[in-house]
């Protein structure tokens, strides 16, 4: 429902959505990856980054976990800790198969994202 909300623009109601979930299940790494976006989206960087750091702690495969802090480190002008995520989530797409589906949510695939992290290492070495 959260998701929902979020994708209509209604950043404001999903982040009351999510909060609700995550109270009802504490250890759904999935809510603190959707708490992350809208943080981010809402300009609460250091929010979001506690949110996808919250999301990969409770599911270290959580790929889409690592990205959502890259682009937090990325904003925070963090380069190193950037690319530290990057590798960690490159790490992890490379033990999939291409066809693999890896987030829910958007339906990308491992080589979707493989090549989504290498456009955002380079963004990174660029700055």
Known sequence: M????ADRGNWQQAQTQIEALIKAHPLFAPAYHLQGQIAEYLGHLEA???????SVYL?????????GMAHVYTQLQQPEAARRTLRSAQ??????ADSQVVDDATGSTAAELRNYVRL???KVDLR
């Open 2 to 5: 959260a998701r929902t909300t």
């Open 48 to 54: 979001a980054l506690a949110a996808y750091r919250q």
């Open 59 to 67: 599911d270290p495969r959580l790929i889409i976990g690592y990205i």
């Open 91 to 96: 790490t992890l797409l490379d033990t999939l």
């Open 120 to 122: 955002l290492m380079e």
